[in-house]
């Protein structure tokens, strides 16, 4: 085992150095590139740029989940930007406020808040207000199963109540996110 491992540090090394197994200096791409960064007068701009122009790397279209034909590079971009679309100005509202991805110009409360602090989904419940008596430990031990939080809910027509295992929120109307300096909640991806 320690014969392995001997080996595997020397092949190692002769790779950082540009070596092949015989010995002889490679004249690949990488060993090139590690010789130039090693050089102080060579430029980290004049690397970047030698990577990003270099011709040997393919561009692969990416993929449709759906059986259709393959997507051109311009259209499957698109793709990936619509499944991770994120709020612009986060709001919560009650349960009669529209739910989405919230723009300046569409107030819509985001459905896929994630908590920066306690790393867990936001729950939300239309209809419900958190009774006062909640306080961290309930959320931290009953959260997500709404069978064990609803003893602490309130029923209320047109509100809707937020939490995660650290805060929760009891919201009527629309409210903009940055408002409540306490909360750590962020928008996740909306997949629209």
Known sequence: MADDLERLLEEAERLLRGEKKDGTAEEGR???????????EEDIDSIIDEICNDSSFT??????KSNS?????????????????????????????????GTNISKRTCDQLRCTACD?????????????????????NNMPEFSKLRAKM???????????????????????????????????????
């Open 120 to 140: 867990f989904r936001v729950s939300l419940f239309n209809d419900y207000i958190w009774d006062q008596s909640c306080d961290y430990l309930f959320f931290r």
């Open 69 to 101: 034909t393959s997507l051109t590079p311009k259209s499957s971009s698109s793709v990936v930007q619509a499944h991770s679309k994120r709020c612009c100005t986060v709001y919560l509202g009650g349960s009669s406020s529209p739910s989405g991805i």
């Open 154 to 192: 309130i029923k209320k027509k047109g509100a809707r109540a937020y939490a995660c295992q650290c805060s929760w929120r009891s919201i009527d109307e629309l409210t903009d996110l940055q408002t409540d300096q306490q909360l750590r909640w962020v928008c996740g991806k909306h997949a629209e």
């Open 30 to 40: 990488s060993a090139k590139l590690l010789m130039s960064a090693s050089n102080c």
């Open 59 to 64: 561009k692969i279209p990416l993929k449709s």
